[in-house]
């Protein structure tokens, strides 16, 4: 069974090991000196050529079986692929399971177990560490994502964009989860200026790169594509199938969406002001500082018109406000000290591409690791 559209190569991994191979030759070296190069990057081929599967689980033991079966029928047999459960804090006989899996196809499928529920953030930050794939899918483990999608993601991906997000357009869930949703997903997209039906949608597809410069916490694991978007990564959606619950029940209550409130509002704030929070702090002192000089100014007038207590209470909040505009000073100081330290140090500039490397001479040493080109040209 093919994974990629009939106009590209008909196997994911006979692709990409031919990208691999490319980068390992080098025009002017000879024969034997090739063979090296090509040897020292054997081993990295065999490990970002797989797909993996994140897959965070929590009280889902009769799903299990059935999601891993539903997916290796999707694959072909010599396709590379890891499927990684994460357990993440269960209390049914959910990890008994995975061991089962692990034993059943100990190459394909690796378990990790948390010892307290962590939530869904941290379990999907464990997945992307663990994966070794060149592309990496998440999706939930309760059978409402279906594997046959898997298809037609790589397909959009292999468009050329970095992340494809599922769009669940027709829903097999009760009103109010589906009415909160529609209106935290239009929220979001104004805020983070990415335009995506559904940002909730756990069922997405990666390039590796992407997941492996994210830290998720809190409930930013809805906000991938934002964040994604923040450090310069393509994002689009398909419309995918979306089945009703069969087994155990949700996870998740109203309170989720105050908290991803509070986490939009820290998109919304690394979106502008990640490397220069000095602006921000500066504009809000500025603003208490107009507050302070119109109260001031007010209780002045109040006290010529022989208005003592009005006068009084006028001069008493024009100091509040100096003093907290005199604070936001400091702290603007402060910040713009920390991250011109932060940035000599560990500032990742968006460079994808440099001609000065090409031309290095790389005789007796290891390949550099590179972001994987997963547009893969046509066989036509």
Not at 6 to 26: G, L, Q, T
Not at 107 to 123: D, I, P, Q, W, Y
Not at 242 to 266: A, I, N, Q, W
């Amino acid at each position: 069974m093919s994974l990629a559209s009939p106009s590209r190569p008909s196997n994911f991994v006979d692709a990409h090991e031919r990208i691999m191979h490319k980068r390992y030759e080098a025009p002017g070296l000879s024969p034997s000196d090739q063979s090296s190069r090509s040897n020292a990057g054997r081993d990295e081929r065999r490990v970002s050529r797989k797909l993996s599967f994140v897959i965070p689980v929590k009280d889902e033991q009769e799903s299990l079986v059935p999601l891993y079966e539903r997916i290796c029928e999707q694959l072909r047999d010599d396709d590379t692929f890891e499927l990684i459960f994460i357990d993440d804090g269960s209390k049914d006989g959910s990890w008994n399971v995975i061991r089962s899996l692990v034993e059943r196809d100990p190459e394909r499928v690796r378990g990790l177990k948390f010892r307290r529920n962590a939530g869904k953030a941290a379990a999907l930050t464990a997945g992307f560490r663990a994966a070794r794939g060149a592309v990496i899918f998440t999706l939930d483990a309760d059978l409402q994502d279906d594997p046959k999608e898997i298809r037609r993601f790589l397909a959009k991906l292999f468009e050329g964009y970095d992340l494809v997000s599922g769009w669940k357009k027709v829903r097999h869930d009760p009103w109010h989860k589906v009415l909160p949703s529609r209106i935290f997903n239009r929220l979001l997209s104004w805020i983070s200026g990415v335009k995506l039906h559904d940002h909730n949608c756990g069922f997405k597809c990666y390039r590796a790169e992407v997941v492996k410069n994210l830290t998720l916490h809190g409930e930013l694991h809805r906000m991938v594509p934002a964040l994604a978007a923040i450090e310069g990564y393509k994002s689009t959606e398909i419309v995918v199938e979306h089945h009703p619950r069969k087994h155990g029940v949700s996870k998740y209550g109203f309170e989720r969406y105050l908290r991803g409130f509070v986490d939009m509002m820290t998109v919304g704030f690394l979106r502008k002001y990640r490397d220069r929070p000095a602006h921000f702090i500066a504009g809000v002192s500025a603003t208490f500082a107009f507050l302070a000089f119109s109260t001031g100014a007010l209780g002045i007038s109040l006290a010529i018109l022989g208005l003592p207590i009005a006068a009084a209470t006028g001069l008493i909040a024009g100091s509040v406000f100096l003093g907290t505009a005199v604070l936001g000073s400091f702290c603007c100081l402060i910040a713009e000290i920390t991250n011109r330290g932060g940035l000599r140090t560990g500032w990742k500039l968006p460079i994808i591409e440099d001609t000065a490397a090409e031309g290095s001479n790389m005789e007796g040493q290891q390949p550099p690791a590179a972001p994987v080109d997963l547009r893969f040209a046509s066989t036509h």
